[in-house]
């Protein structure tokens, strides 16, 4: 008498043609999310984040009353150049 097939000796894994590559795609997706977190935390500023920060300062100074019309549109000119 054979006993019956309990579920011993079945195969688990998927291998379909795409099962394969989705181990290579989700490593892909999370390595980048890091890389782009690691970048904008490294305190690396693009050089347009450099400009419109100075522009900020110029316009906060110019506000506070710490430079007169004059030198505010000389800097200005020089930052926008």
């Known amino acids: 008498k054979k006993t019956p097939n309990l579920g011993r000796n079945v195969k ?22 890091i890389y782009k977190y690691m970048e904008d935390n490294q305190g ?3 050089t347009s984040r450099k400009q ?19 030198e505010y549109r000389n800097k200005k000119e020089s930052l926008n150049r």
């Open 52 to 70: 419109n920060s100075a522009l900020d300062i110029l316009n906060e100074r110019y506000a506070k009353g710490e430079i007169d019309e004059e």
């Open 44 to 46: 690396g500023v693009s």
């Open 12 to 33: 688990v894994r998927n291998e379909g043609k795409g099962g394969d590559y989705m181990g290579i795609i989700l490593i892909v997706v999370v390595g980048y999310f």
